[in-house]
């Protein structure tokens, strides 16, 4: 039990579909995180929120939406992806931000894009 | 862009061998972390190592903090089937805000 819980699991859409990816972390944490996993690539941060207030966006496509109603959940909205957007999307809380807040992950959501 | 290099990039041991892994980086990093993730599930941290030269266990596995500040390693020791996984090692560079740069991952397989 990792304390931070996804949700689907899997999902399969089309590139004209929309959809939302959900998080949902027990801890009582205060960052979430969106991070990308593709094949034989290094994670890639793509959103991150403390006290619901997004601090970083590194230069994610808009077709990537997040939302964060409050510090126990994290929502990322898709939108006309692209068959490259294909990949495991995990989601990470810690305590705060900065140095000894480690991150705690999420099982992910994989994604496919036909 | 920044990245850390982590070798090996893939190993095959027999049961009971002890396994090393390690990453560089070119840039100081304050922070080495090492995490593990399983088939189908997220990464878990095994160890968070936080000053230079710095040699912490946790049950089989130990890693350390290198004194240059530009690399780490992971040792396995008594290698079991469930390490079975990919290893990632990751860290954050000093002077550079608190965001975690990954490596590739190391992926380990053991036979039994």
Redesign the interface.
């Known amino acids: 039990e990792?304390g931070?819980t996804q949700t689907p699991r899997h999902l399969v859409m089309g590139m004209t579909n929309k959809k939302s990816l959900k998080c949902e972390q027990h801890l009582g944490h205060n960052a979430m995180y969106w991070y990308k996993q593709s094949a034989?690539?290094?994670?890639e941060?793509m959103f991150?929120y403390s006290l619901e207030e997004r601090v970083?966006n590194n230069s994610v496509p808009s077709r990537f939406s997040p939302e964060c109603p409050n510090s126990s959940h994290l929502f990322l909205h898709l939108h006309t992806l692209q068959p490259e957007d294909s990949a495991l999307y995990?989601c990470?809380s810690s305590q705060a931000?900065?140095?000894?807040?480690?991150?705690?992950?999420?099982?992910?959501t994989?994604l496919t894009v036909l | 862009g920044q990245q850390l290099n982590q070798s090996p990039q893939s190993m095959f041991i027999q049961e009971g061998e002890d396994v090393s892994m390690n990453c560089t980086s070119s840039s100081i990093f304050n922070t080495w972390l090492w995490y593990k993730q399983d088939p189908g599930e997220g990464p878990v941290l095994l160890i968070a190592l936080y000053k230079a030269g710095e040699l912490t266990s946790n049950g089989r596995l130990t890693a350390q903090f290198g004194i240059t500040r530009k690399d780490s390693f992971l040792n396995i020791s008594a290698s079991i089937p469930s390490d079975v996984g990919i290893y990632f090692c990751a860290g954050r560079r000093v002077q550079a805000g608190t965001a975690l740069i990954f490596g590739k991952g190391t992926t380990l397989s053991v036979s039994s």
Do not use: D, M, W, Y
């Not at chain 1, 931000?97 to 992910?108: A, C, I, T, V």
């Open positions: 990792t931070v034989k690539k290094p994670l941060l991150v970083e995990l990470a931000l900065g140095s000894r807040n480690e991150q705690f992950f999420g099982p992910g994989r």
